[in-house]
């Protein structure tokens, strides 16, 4: 296992994908838009703030208490999240389907149980989050800050 987690940080070095990683994301956003996995996985989709673009990318869902859940495994300033924080939580998840929905940015004193539900059914994240998927929500705590969560909500009607 250290092989492939030294691998996947390998993806990620200095907190952004590397252009291997940038192809293979490419790659599972369109296989996970096309519904062909996992009920788990989609393709998020939103507009970036420097070209206006809509930028897509592979994320896993954690399902907790109810709702759907996204993290950032590489924490606050993946480009994602900042996208998401200048398009106001406005974006677009695809798998089989297109369901227009917004980010909602959840608490860090709330983060601890969702980031354990999704260190569990997301195992590429696990070498980027320093806290293994059955340890105690304390731990989750401690690190709960660094690492964005958001619930997937339905977008607003105007």
């Given at each position: 296992m250290?092989?492939?987690?030294?691998y996947?940080?390998?993806?990620?070095?200095?907190?952004r994908?590397?252009?291997f990683?940038?192809?293979?994301?490419?790659?599972?956003a369109w296989?996970?838009a096309a519904g062909?996995?996992?009920?788990?996985?989609?393709?998020?989709?939103v507009?970036g703030?420097?070209?206006?673009?809509?930028?897509?990318f592979?994320?896993?869902l954690?399902?907790?208490?109810d709702g759907?859940?996204?993290?950032s495994?590489?924490?606050?300033?993946a480009n994602?999240?900042?996208?998401?924080?200048?398009?106001?939580g406005h974006?677009?998840l695809?798998?089989?389907?297109?369901?227009?929905v917004h980010?909602?940015e959840v608490?860090?004193?709330r983060?601890a149980?969702?980031?354990r539900?999704?260190l569990?059914?997301?195992?590429g994240?696990?070498?980027?989050i320093?806290v293994?998927p059955?340890?105690p929500?304390?731990?989750?705590?401690r690190?709960?800050?660094?690492?964005p969560v958001?619930?997937?909500e339905?977008?607003?009607?105007d």
């Amino acid at each position: 296992m250290r092989v492939y987690d030294n691998y996947l940080r390998w993806l990620y070095r200095h907190g952004r994908p590397n252009l291997f990683a940038r192809i293979q994301n490419r790659s599972s956003a369109w296989l996970f838009a096309a519904g062909i996995w996992p009920r788990r996985v989609a393709a998020l989709g939103v507009r970036g703030r420097r070209s206006g673009r809509v930028i897509w990318f592979p994320v896993v869902l954690a399902e907790f208490d109810d709702g759907r859940y996204v993290v950032s495994m590489l924490g606050r300033d993946a480009n994602w999240v900042r996208n998401v924080a200048a398009a106001d939580g406005h974006a677009v998840l695809r798998h089989g389907g297109r369901e227009k929905v917004h980010l909602a940015e959840v608490e860090p004193g709330r983060r601890a149980p969702i980031l354990r539900q999704y260190l569990r059914v997301a195992p590429g994240a696990r070498p980027h989050i320093p806290v293994g998927p059955n340890a105690p929500l304390a731990d989750y705590e401690r690190i709960a800050s660094d690492y964005p969560v958001f619930r997937i909500e339905p977008e607003p009607v105007d």
